[in-house]
């Protein structure tokens, strides 16, 4: 062998062993190492959409990297819920799930373009928001005594508007339908925003209102908020009764978000995403800003929040099938 040759082969086992020998995080950036995107499946300034731009913005610090929102609205969630299950599994994509996507769809949809049990992995639960039934100030509605005797003296002559078929809203409303023993006439919007406005304005008597949605209408009086279906009662509404405290103690309803990734991302960008989230969601700050929207902070980690997702099925899926709601 030459001397050049020799040398060769030397300087590429030294650059060999150096190599080799090189920490594991000197080979590979860990995570995280860019940006990270968060899918939200609904219309920018909603409640979902303010959840996770209040709890992105802190989260981002938590990380140390950017936390961008990409709202991907349509069709309840599901336009978002495939580019999600789609998207590379890598830590670098989370999104805002909710009972919508994980729980009702899979219910009311024959076929959808993703799979709510095997697509996602859970990073934790956020929070949740009490849902309201709301009444316009001419509706002559001042109390849940009022409400309940109106129903029942006078069954299907109520409309009651919800942000659409199949919402939390619209199961909340059956819930309470079937454990109240009344009925009233379902009015399904394409969204929040103009079922709100229509209940303000008198064109629909009554609303089931999710708290984020409407905080600033019930402060302002716009709107008359007679019964919770929360467990207790919600300090933003203190002198609002629960269905429960009416006697409907099956009644039980939320709008909830959770954070996931798509099932195959990595387990330590899983656990640093899971941490750093609960971190943001026990955050002084983050927590009353959430208060003041409506929102109640209820962290959870990501097993917690796989055994909740799996007691909602359950409960959920049931109520849909004996009231036969169905999507298509």
Not at 87 to 107: K, Q, R
Not at 215 to 226: F, M, N, R, Y
Not at 233 to 262: C, D, F, H, S
């Amino acid at each position: 062998m030459t001397i050049r040759n020799k040398l060769g082969l030397a300087a590429a086992l030294v650059a060999f062993a150096a190599t080799t020998l090189l920490p594991q995080h000197a080979q590979a950036q860990a995570f995280p190492a860019k940006p990270v995107r968060w899918v939200v499946g609904y219309p920018a300034g909603g409640g979902t959409d303010f959840l996770a731009r209040t709890a992105g913005a802190q989260l981002s610090q938590q990380l140390g990297q950017p936390v961008l929102v990409d709202n991907r609205p349509g069709a309840g969630a599901i336009i978002a819920s495939e580019n999600v299950a789609r998207s590379p599994a890598d830590g670098y994509t989370v999104f805002s799930a909710d009972n919508g996507v994980l729980v009702y769809n899979p219910a009311l949809y024959k076929k959808l373009p993703y799979d709510a049990e095997k697509d996602f992995a859970m990073v934790g639960m956020m929070g949740r928001s009490t849902l309201v039934i709301t009444a316009a100030p001419n509706a002559g509605l001042a109390d849940a005594k009022a409400l309940i005797a109106a129903l029942k003296a006078s069954p299907g002559k109520y409309s009651i508007a919800t942000p659409g078929t199949g919402s939390p809203h619209h199961l909340a409303l059956e819930l309470f339908q079937r454990e109240a023993g009344v009925t009233m006439l379902h009015v399904p919007y394409k969204g929040g925003a103009p079922a709100l406005q229509d209940l303000m304005g008198g064109q629909v008597p009554l609303m089931m209102l999710d708290l984020p949605s409407g905080v600033s209408a019930v402060k302002a009086g716009k709107v008359v908020p007679l019964i919770t279906m929360g467990a207790e009662r919600i300090p933003q509404l203190p002198n609002v009764p629960t269905a429960k405290e009416l006697g409907y103690a099956g009644v039980e309803a939320y709008t909830w978000q959770g954070l996931v990734v798509p099932t195959a991302t990595p387990k330590d960008a899983q656990a640093r995403l899971g941490a750093d989230l609960q971190k943001t969601m026990a955050d002084a700050g983050v927590r009353q800003k959430l208060f003041d929207a409506g929102w109640e902070a209820r962290p959870a980690d990501g097993a917690e929040m796989a055994r909740f997702v799996d007691a909602e099925r359950k409960k959920w899926h049931a109520l849909i099938k004996a009231r036969d709601i169905k999507l298509d």
